[in-house]
């Protein structure tokens, strides 16, 4: 593996600094003196080098449905158009929609996602083929096919776990409380267990399902949930939309993460989550983009702004969700929340999962404060290089990993041949 | 002036269609003939041709105070940020830093701006050379100043209105109410009477503004601004995000016209106005990017996004605000609120501004729904032709009428002049 050295960027954490990377880990972020060997050199004056983006929440193989039924509620939305496409879905279609993501992905400067979805295996072996790091889990709910997805929750934690240099980590994915209620949820938690793995599970996403969660228990998701047991596990809680008072403290009180997925949130009218809320009460919150299909985009330069922007206009307060904590949110706090121990940060001997961002840009000049400049006016279209563990994914607007003019080519027939 | 057929594209409004543009006109929706000759033809396959986009809202020079403040109470952003920087502004600034908008806007694919600034005169020269649509207002407030900016808004109407083959409009800027109270307002609309002009003014942006109307006056903003005989002239008023449903009948009642500024009103922490209500009512609603100070973009895409977004979170319904409609409110609405004949549409006989949008991208495929890839997922960056009174002022790329870099050097420049 080639060692480069990135000459000069602002870099988040640190203020101007140079980068070396070594068999693919940070080793210096200081000054490269001249006796100082790589045998690559980037010049990056004028541009923020950035912990890798990391997106805590999606289901990558959904670029296929991305804007096959906007503007819809969200009955018909699932139930006419969104379900009788995935009950065709096949192994292939889930292998090219997750290259797909992936191709947007890194084009964003995204370095790791999570992700819960069908034919889970297809994208770990799309994220080995395009270089990027995954959390990734199989989706588990209540009904005939429980078994099977616990059955293949378990082989791809057996042959995906910890592969890739250490890139692929397998979670399992019980769905939500309202699709694997207590009973199957034991099965899961056991399984967890077992395999000592963490989970990732939709919480309290709108306001129908905590309604239907005390209709039925007589308590919310969160509180159902913490009695099931669930929360005695490393858990990421993904939405976390309405959650009360008493709902974060118990979030808190058990470590509880929480991908906040304001784009998807905000388009299928589900809401505004209490980010600043839960984010005092010390919970790890990162951000998501969701799936494609209710975005429409993985972008999380775009979550980023509204995770910056929406709270100070729900709460009348300009000083909320300042743009350093934007940024920290995508991506230390998102490596956090994924409970990745090793990526997040630009620290010698950390792994190099990296993404830089030219600034040398008219909607980003005059040059000002960098954490401003990133979370209130960069875009995805400004990532000029991404690293994951050493190995560039991206430069000079070209992916090294995926042959993106077919990838688009086969994701656009895997839709075609699943639908009407 | 080169005839151009632009072959093939999606049109907005029309579907798939070649259209050709003769004399800064559009001479053709349809299909070219064999016979048909154009000077250039520009393969448009899987793109997508919108009206120019418009931006109804902002100061263009304030991209020199682009993030050098955020995360700030408005008042202390004012008084100890913005306003000593302001008071030492020059002609100078204003150019450079209207030009560095222009550049920033043309590239995302905006060919219409509307404006309220000082030596607004420069404003117009710089549009002038970029060879921008504008619709521009020396802004107008009480104090010892008013007559010097009464004496100005003449000159520059008498000097640039219909200027640059009509692509100059000026209107007359009354800050605001609480800026520009009844009497003074008296003032500038004698003039407006005079000049036969419209005006633009910004309403109800913010909670405080409300309620010092209602101290002041007994009434709202809107109530006390009808009584001073403002509704009789046309009239663009920006923000209106504090307007109750009595506003809301009395702005329709006069027929004007509305710029929502979701982005800027968020930053700020002013709040959302509510769109969906004013809509229904019957108004005129365009969307602005407000100043780069309080965005911090000048990006249409992000005003639109946010547009067809925020109204469905608030409203916890999805159906609420679907791209199409905010497709329209960033082209031909905004070009209506504005008070343009002639742009707005792609249509025969109008004029030829119009910009291009590749869906050629990973986070564009697979290929749907037009509306919605533009509204949900395209970004300014997918912008690769722009063309205003059928001159190209972008292409492959790169601007034609704009010296870049030159243009971010000198903002910055001009930046550092008055900075402390």
């Known amino acids: 593996m080639k060692s480069v050295l990135i000459k000069g960027p602002w870099v988040a954490g640190v203020g101007t600094a140079d980068v070396g990377v070594r068999d693919g880990k940070i080793a210096l972020v200081g000054t490269a003196g001249p006796q100082d060997k790589y045998d690559r050199v980037i010049s990056a004056d004028g541009c923020a080098l950035l912990p890798g983006l990391v997106n805590c929440h999606g289901h990558a193989a ?13 009955k018909p939305w699932l139930e006419e158009k969104i379900w009788p496409l995935e009950a065709r879905l096949t192994a292939e279609c889930v292998y090219w929609g997750s290259m797909l993501a992936m191709a947007e992905m890194i084009r964003g400067g ?32 209540a009904g005939p096919n429980i078994n099977n997805a616990l059955l293949e929750s378990r082989q791809l934690a057996e042959k995906w776990h910890q592969e890739g240099d250490g890139r692929i980590t397998i979670q399992l994915g019980p769905h939500a409380l309202y699709t694997c209620p207590p009973q199957q949820l034991t099965a899961v938690l056991d399984l967890a267990t077992e395999l000592d793995l963490a989970l990732q599970i939709h919480v309290s996403e709108t306001k129908g399902e905590v309604e239907e969660s005390f209709a039925r228990y007589g308590k919310s998701p969160v509180a159902v949930l913490e009695e099931a047991g669930l929360f005695q596990f490393p858990v990421l809680a993904a939405h976390c939309v309405h959650v009360s008072h008493e709902d974060i403290d118990i979030l808190a009180g058990h470590n509880v993460h929480v991908s906040h997925n304001p784009v998807s949130n905000l388009k299928l009218g589900s809401g505004i989550a209490p980010v600043p809320q839960m984010l005092k009460a010390g919970l790890v919150v990162g951000l998501g983009t969701d799936g494609a299909s209710s975005n429409n985009n993985l972008d999380m330069f775009l979550e980023m702004r509204l995770a910056a922007l929406l709270h100070k206009g729900i709460a009348n307060d300009p000083t909320l969700m300042p743009a350093g904590l934007a940024l920290e949110m995508a991506t230390s706090m998102g490596a956090k929340a994924l409970f990745l121990q090793d990526v997040g940060y630009i620290q010698e001997g950390l ?11 008219p909607h980003l000049s005059p040059r000002h404060e960098p954490h401003a400049a990133i979370a209130y006016a960069a875009k995805a279209s400004d990532v000029t290089m991404v690293m994951v563990d050493g190995k560039i994914l991206l430069e000079d607007g070209r992916l090294t990993t995926i042959d993106e003019e077919r990838t688009i080519y086969e994701a656009q027939r895997c839709l075609r041949a699943i639908e009407d």
């Open 62 to 74: 959904m670029t296929l449905f991305r804007g096959i039924a906007d503007d819809l509620p969200l």
């Open 110 to 141: 995204i370095t790791t996602f999570a992700d819960m979805y069908f034919f889970e295996e297809e994208t770990a072996k799309a994220a080995q083929k395009a270089g990027m790091r995954a959390v990734l889990s199989r989706g588990i709910a």
């Open 351 to 361: 792994k190099a999962d990296l993404t830089l961002v030219d600034l040398n840009r």
